[in-house]
């Protein structure tokens, strides 16, 4: 708890500026020697034999903090510690830490002022700059008890870095007790002696050991400077928690910003409008079409154009971000910024326990990737696509109708088309380079390089979608007209199965076009494989003479030469390889040429039905996927590249990457109430898109260290860049290049009082299915792992029975259907970290569900794996729920804000705090009854008159339709709140009250 400060000014709100050396009235400072990205200080209070202001009055201190720059004249409030109840003597278990880019000095002063908290509802600590030497303005809820202050170079100098300080009075003379400060130094070796600490908490009464022990170093893992190139801005706290057998062990807590959040997005569209560019290019030249055809196109091309052209626009708006690196709450609605994932940062805690290694656990948290500017009117992705493929299906004459599949295969084929043809192009003049120089061995390797490159171009041309897409795009033309529209045959049919296609017509007053032929397509991508075995017989017969003469020429030295292949060589003398392959390449490069027109004008005809169909829609319903799977992406981005850093010296880990792929749990917090639904559909949709994606790791060859994306919107590969010496460490199938999997899936547990609505009167069945759904999927993961990954290395961190009856524990809890259940979060989480994955953790915002969960997490993770102290789980989740400790923007209150509201939010009691009681008296328990126009009670009306009003609060969203004009009110099912979503204003909710009262006196009689 805090005590809250007069409102910050506007240079409380950032760091105090560092001096300038080429000032000449500025001093020199000394710097803090410290290592490389660690905080330049961190201390811990403790105080003794306080004086309270009122006899027998048991305190509750508070310690605040204040920075006093040696070059500045005013005061700046850091942060404070958690207040401590009922004792004299207070322990304070939240440190004070400065990050490594706070400019701080040995001359630094530091002040310490001790408050008695008396009333907790105002503990609210806010940073704010006043002059040196002046006291804050009493305030309600607290009271001044004594100061002291010191010199960092006083601390840091001292015997043991320890200072005991005596607590005065603002004027500076009566002593009210002492403070103790002393460093801490996390990950370097220190000797210290036991100092024996008893606390005297309400409630909580323990004696403590308070050791120093000897804790191994840091993982250098924490300590690469290189994710400094991802993450900035870091927040960092500090605490020390007891364990079990009362000794300390200590946690620095830190939430750091990505510039990922805004690289990625800049990065995907501008890949995203070069792809709709070139699909708007093979739309002109898909040739001449029939009248219907052809408006239908030109129609696509306007509003494609100007797609594009909105892209553009937002990109150049992106490019103007130059402040801020992350999205924040209040930002998630504007247009311009639709592309960036909401309050994006990484949540890392350091554990420094006596008996265990010390450990990082990793949590990203930003809020549900979703289309916010788009709204939630109609619903989500989810949603919205099943509707319009639906609609698609059931589509009149003018279009033909393509399955998602066959739409998705054509893209892959045209994607194909477009790398394979230059590879192929640059390995067949690689091939004439090699004959130029008659070298036998580079023309080997090249011959093989052309002959797999080709061999895939063709594979890529035996699906039926082709065939069928060549004879849609004939009836289309001028000429080609079909009795029955042509209907595309799933891929996997053989050719000799397939029905002969229907009888054709055409129009006599077009000459040009003939009856069409199916079988010239066979022919024509056949003579790409014909051309390829030509070039592979002469490049055997050129070698095999070579061969010939070289052994004839050796053979002559000692003895007489044969006749016949005297002959030979006589008729066929030294030829020039190139002569002999350029006719052959040449005619390679024509067939793959014709072949490459054809494909293409046919699969994009595939395309031009999606679009076609429903325009505007199809358009809006691509913007709303984009914008969905690039808040997604970013996220993915910046996880892996931790995760990379943070286990690259795990050769486990390493070879499951490159093995199995990588596990990427989502733990969703959305309520399936409200706009949170489309926020919900649109989450799963994102995330399920995130399969699309792959990860190449390669070498940095220059400072630029930012991944770069590759590929299309149905596949995207993210190449992510190493340092030379970090990329040696990486297995050899790594290095080679190849792409690395990830396995998403995402469990959704709604917590709020939104969610007690939905539960109780509305549908979960959104919630159930996904969870099901992504069970199956981490099921599957899980199979795929156990196969694959030897039997070491599982054994290594987990027992085999142990995950399964995890597993098995976790379908059970999927399948009991129970009213927000908290045990699904836990058991994935559980399960996700057992198998090395990558944690996420979203609600709305990323604030304060979110951070209810990761506070939750974190004290569970101490107390399952660090032995902390059960009598303390309380008073760890209580310090790690406080205001950071500078005035930050509002993202870094999401482990801070909206705890002690948490039973009136109707969360679980497993997520709220031990200051929920407070507010029990006040909250309303919902009625358990289904409200029905005609089931109302007219004396159940009265009787609960003075609850109408909340209830009509709660239930604005299920009201239907309101006549003001006949004074009628319709009160519908919950169901109906999908379809109707109009929310009411005051003036018509207190319109409601009334009617009903009216009625319900009048039938009361």
Request: net charge negative; glycine share 6%; hydrophobic share 35%.
């Amino acid at each position: 708890m805090e005590i809250k400060e007069e409102e910050a000014s506007e240079e409380g709100q950032h760091f105090l500026p560092a001096p300038q050396a080429n000032d000449p009235g500025d001093f020199q400072f000394t710097s803090i020697q410290k290592s490389p990205n660690e905080p330049q200080l961190e201390f811990i209070l403790a105080c003794k034999d306080l004086v309270a202001p009122v006899r027998d009055r048991k305190l509750n201190t508070l310690v605040q903090i204040s920075v006093i720059h040696p070059a500045e004249q005013g005061l700046t409030r850091y942060s404070s510690t958690e207040i401590v109840e009922g004792t004299r003597d207070p322990l304070f278990l939240t440190g004070v830490t400065f990050p490594s880019e706070y400019p701080i000095y040995e001359e630094t002063k530091i002040k310490l002022t001790v408050y008695d908290v008396k009333d907790k509802s105002h503990d609210t600590v806010r940073t704010s700059v006043l002059s040196e030497h002046k006291d804050p303005p009493p305030e309600v809820g607290r009271s001044f008890l004594g100061y002291a202050s010191f010199k960092v170079g006083e601390l840091l100098k001292s015997k043991e870095q320890v200072l005991a300080l005596s607590l005065r009075t603002s004027d500076g003379g009566k002593v009210v007790g002492t403070i103790e400060v002393s460093v801490v130094k996390m990950g370097e070796i220190e000797d210290g002696e036991a100092d024996h600490i008893t606390t005297d908490v309400q409630g909580q009464k323990c004696a403590l050991v308070c050791e120093c022990p000897a804790p191994e170093s840091v993982s250098r893992k924490d300590n690469l400077p290189f994710l400094n190139a991802v993450l900035k801005n870091p927040v960092c706290k500090l605490y020390r928690f007891p364990t079990s057998d009362n000794k300390w062990m200590r946690i620095r807590e830190q939430m750091s910003e990505s510039i990922l959040s805004f690289h990625i997005p800049k990065e995907l569209i501008s890949l995203q409008i070069k792809e709709d560019l070139c699909r708007n290019q093979e739309l002109k030249e898909l040739g001449e079409l029939s009248p219907h055809w052809d408006n239908l196109r030109k129609n696509v091309l306007i509003h494609c154009d100007q797609m594009v052209n909105m892209y553009q626009d937002i990109l150049t708006e992106l490019s103007k971000e130059t402040g801020s690196s992350f999205k924040s709450s209040s930002n998630k609605g504007e247009k311009t910024l639709e592309f960036v994932p909401v309050n994006l940062h990484l949540q890392r805690m350091h554990v420094h326990s006596p008996h265990l290694k010390d450990a990082l656990y990793d949590v990203i948290t930003v809020g549900a990737p979703a289309a916010h500017f788009q709204g939630f009117k109609n619903g989500g992705l989810r949603k919205l696509l099943h509707r319009f493929e639906t609609e698609r299906r059931n589509t009149g004459y003018q279009f033909i109708y393509y399955s998602p599949e066959n739409t998705a295969k054509a893209k892959e084929v045209l994607s194909n088309i477009n790398q394979l043809q230059p590879l192929i192009a640059t390995h067949a003049d690689l091939l004439l380079n090699s004959a130029s120089q008659h070298s036998p061995d580079s023309l080997k390797n090249s011959l093989k390089m052309l002959s797999e490159k080709t061999e895939h171009f063709v594979h890529a041309f035996k699906d039926q979608l082709v065939r069928s897409a060549l004879l849609a795009l004939y009836t289309a033309r001028p000429g080609g007209v079909l009795k029955k529209p042509p209907s595309p045959k799933d891929g996997t049919e053989e050719n000799s199965s397939q029905d002969p296609p229907p009888p054709m017509r055409r129009q006599d007053s077009i000459p040009h076009h003939s009856d069409y032929d199916e079988e010239e397509w066979d022919r024509v991508w056949a003579n790409v494989g014909k051309s390829l075995n030509c070039i592979i017989a002469m490049v055997d017969k050129l070698i095999e003479r070579d061969a010939d003469s070289e052994g004839s020429s050796g053979g002559g030295q000692d003895g007489e030469k044969d006749p016949s292949l005297v002959d030979s060589i006589i008729t066929h003398p030294k030829e020039d390889w190139y002569e002999q392959l350029y006719p052959l390449i040449l005619t390679l490069k024509d067939c793959m040429g014709e072949v490459v027109n054809r494909a293409k004008q046919s699969l994009t005809f595939v395309l031009l039905q999606e679009l076609a169909y429903s325009l505007p829609q199809c358009l809006m319903l691509t913007l709303r996927r984009d914008v969905v799977f690039s808040q997604a992406l970013a996220g993915l981005v910046c996880g892996f590249i931790i995760k990379l850093h943070t286990s690259l010296h795990d050769p486990g880990f390493l070879e499951q990457l490159h093995t199995v792929g990588l596990l990427v749990q989502y733990e969703g917090l959305l309520s399936t109430y409200s706009d949170e639904i489309g926020m919900l559909e649109d989450m799963a949709v994102g995330i399920s898109d995130l399969k699309k994606v792959a990860f190449k790791i390669i070498e940095a060859k220059s400072n630029d260290v930012l991944p770069a994306i590759t590929g299309r919107r149905e596949h995207y590969v993210v190449e992510v860049k190493l340092p030379a010496r970090m990329f040696e460490i990486l297995p050899l199938q790594i290095k080679e290049g190849q792409l690395l999997h990830v396995c998403p899936v995402l469990f959704n547990v709604g917590i709020n009082e939104q969610q007690t609505l939905a539960e109780r009167f509305g549908d979960v069945s959104l919630q159930e299915s996904i969870n099901q759904e992504n069970f199956e999927l981490l099921k599957e993961y899980y199979t795929v792992f156990m196969e694959k990954m030897p039997p070491d290395y599982i054994s290594h961190f987990q027992e085999q029975n142990d995950l399964k009856g995890l597993l098995e524990n976790l379908h059970q809890n999927i399948q009991a259907k129970k009213r927000k259940n908290v045990e699904i979060m836990w058991l994935a989480a559980t399960i996700c970290r057992k198998l090395n994955g990558i944690r996420f953790t979203c609600c709305k915002s990323a604030k304060d569900r979110t951070s209810m969960s990761v506070t939750l997490e974190q004290c569970s993770i101490l107390r399952d794996e660090h032995q902390l102290h059960k009598d303390f789980f309380i008073r760890a989740l209580d310090c790690m729920r406080r205001m950071p400790h500078r005035k930050c923007r509002e993202e870094y209150q999401m482990q801070e804000v909206c705890f002690q509201h948490a039973p009136a939010d109707g969360f679980p009691q497993v997520l709220q705090t031990s200051r929920g009681d407070l507010w029990k008296s006040r909250h309303l328990s919902l009625p358990t009854r289904k409200l029905t126009g005609t089931q109302i009670s007219s004396r159940w009306i009265i009787a609960t008159f003075p609850y109408v009003f909340i209830v009509m609060h709660l239930w604005r969203e299920v009201i239907k339709d309101v006549c003001p004009n006949l004074g009628i009110v319709c009160i519908s099912h919950p169901s109906a709140y999908y379809s109707e979503r109009n929310p009411l204003n005051k003036s018509e909710i207190l319109l409601c009250i009334l009617v009903l009262s009216f009625l319900g006196l009048i039938l009361a009689g």
